[in-house]
């Protein structure tokens, strides 16, 4: 079946240019999340959501960073006035419900910052 | 500080002999603990999970255990194949608030198999 699709894939940008990356999770998953692999870094945890309201947005390092979530399915990670060091692998993964650990993630979308 | 974090950076093991993934962490309270596999260009695959009331889980061809005492996380491989080279982590949960999906994850691990 259909895994949690991002997109896109690969974003080259420039600094202080805002960039959108968008996530579709396996229908029927509730639970959504946000995550940052910075070149050679385990992941960090920026949002969750569960439906469409995010519950724990403790993750996200600044106000340029915004998510939402609509019909309780697309979600979109959006960045603002983008720095050098937001240049990173977003990954997106969603899963049942918020008792489990075990998440199911895309492929990510790179994003690199010039 | 707090951290979850493992022993060594690169593992290499010849192909069928098994391996051991090792992970340290700190915070007591951690209660979930759970393993990821991420091969290059993907993102992280679930691989086992475990939580604080067992020492010890299994599944196909792998073995997690939990040392609370020394807190202390392994990832036993039994026949190591090709396909198992990746790079492996460790997270752990300890959001009070029941969302366990929201890990910190380990620097990883990466594994070698030599044919």
């Known amino acids: 079946g259909a895994g949690v699709s991002q997109s896109p894939s690969n974003k080259v940008t420039e600094k202080g240019k805002d960039v959108e990356l968008r996530c579709d999770p396996i229908s029927g998953h509730t639970a959504l999340y946000w995550y940052r692999q910075s070149l050679g870094q385990g992941l960090e945890f920026l949002i969750y959501?569960?439906?469409?309201?995010?519950?724990?947005k403790s993750g996200l390092p600044s106000d340029r960073f915004s998510a939402e979530r609509t019909g309780g399915s697309v979600s979109t990670l959006t960045i603002q006035r983008t720095q050098q060091e937001d240049s990173a692998v977003y990954l997106c993964?969603?899963?049942?419900?918020?008792?489990?650990?075990?998440?199911?993630f895309g492929e990510g979308s790179r994003l690199t910052v010039l | 500080g707090e951290s979850v974090g493992l022993h060594l950076p690169t593992l290499s093991v010849q192909e069928g002999d098994n391996s051991i993934i090792n992970c340290a962490y700190s915070n007591s309270a951690s209660d979930y603990f759970i393993w990821y596999k991420q091969e290059s260009g993907k993102g992280p695959q679930f691989i086992i999970d475990?939580?604080?009331?067992?020492d010890k889980r299994q599944g196909q061809r792998v073995t997690v255990l939990l040392n609370k005492t020394v807190k202390h996380l392994s990832l036993q491989i039994a026949a190591t194949q090709p396909g198992d080279s990746a790079v492996y982590f460790c997270a752990e949960n300890r959001d009070g608030s029941g969302n366990t999906g929201k890990l910190i994850f380990g620097q990883g691990t990466t594994l070698q198999v030599k044919p």
């Open positions: 959501f569960q439906g469409n309201s995010a519950p724990d």
């Open positions: 993964a969603s899963t049942y419900d918020r008792f489990t650990g075990e998440l199911f």
């Open positions: 475990i939580r604080s009331n067992m």
